[in-house]
């Protein structure tokens, strides 16, 4: 955790919670949110590596409640690897993300580098006030997630050559989708607080929540969606090394009961543009499905937040809590 060496009260949310963009006030009621995402490929298609790219930039923008306005690029690759029709395919597949979402691609930047990546600077506003952080959910509030789980083992299936089609077009599909209108139905059901599931996968971005709001979680296994055809992927070993490196991670803080190590490892999954994870108060929840539904967004109730050392929790440094069905 870095410290904010300015003390600046214009700055509303900064990095000591590790939240998805930092909040600045600029004028009147009007904030900047701004956010930086980088990533390497997890598709073949050129175009779709960008479209991707600019959508999980994008994500961290929505997950705060916030209206992306402008964008900024970072393209690095080998030219004697990459052709440059290729590259162009990358930012042109950015463009059309960034602008199916209002955001305009006002400049940016390419370096040469043995491995690929690309990535975006994200710049949007929201109302002073109204921006949704990782750190305020409260007791009780249930917790949703907005995409299935599965976009990291998908990607090492795509490298080990074993993932079938259906599964890469599920995954690819996903990883494509905006979580603008998510975002818009979050706001007007109440949401106490949200993240997006990205690298920490979802018990990593959940461990933050709950770390931020100093509460505990308890998320029931059957009911958190993962795309299908990831069970035989993981039968098959193939599994992202970040994957492991989050179950080592959160290994102290989590409590699996009797579940197997297999069924786990989606839910550490590192995921590229997942979903939003997001914490509705119970006399919301009907009215967050119903928005939800209507908005034709995909949801799933996948546990709830609870105080810490309630009877659910074997030892106080447990903070999620994992079972087999309510
Ligand atoms: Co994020
Ligand atoms: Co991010």
Sequence with gaps: MIDSTVRDNRLLVGMDTSDDAGVYLLEGNTALVQTLDVITPV???????????????????????????????????????????????????????????????IGGHTLEDPEIKFGLAITGTVNAGSQVTNSSARAGDMIYLTKPLGTGITSTGVKGDVAPNGLIDESTGWMKTSNRDGSAAMLQSGVTSATDVTGFGLLGHLFEMCRGSELGAVLDLNSVPVMKGIDELVKMGLIPEGAYNNRKYLENFVDPGEISDDSLLPLFDPQTSGGLLVAIPPEKADLFEFTFSEADVFFARIGLFAEPPIGLFAEPPIVIKIVSGF
Excluded: K, R, W
């Design 43 to 105: 598709v073949d298609d050129p175009a779709d590596f960008g479209f991707i790219a600019a959508i999980n930039a994008l994500s961290d923008i929505y997950a705060m409640g916030g209206t992306p306005l402008t964008a900024l690029s970072l393209l690095a690759f080998d030219p004697c690897d990459l052709p440059h029709e290729a590259a162009q395919e990358i930012m042109a597949g950015a463009v059309e993300a960034l602008s199916s979402n209002n955001c305009s691609l």
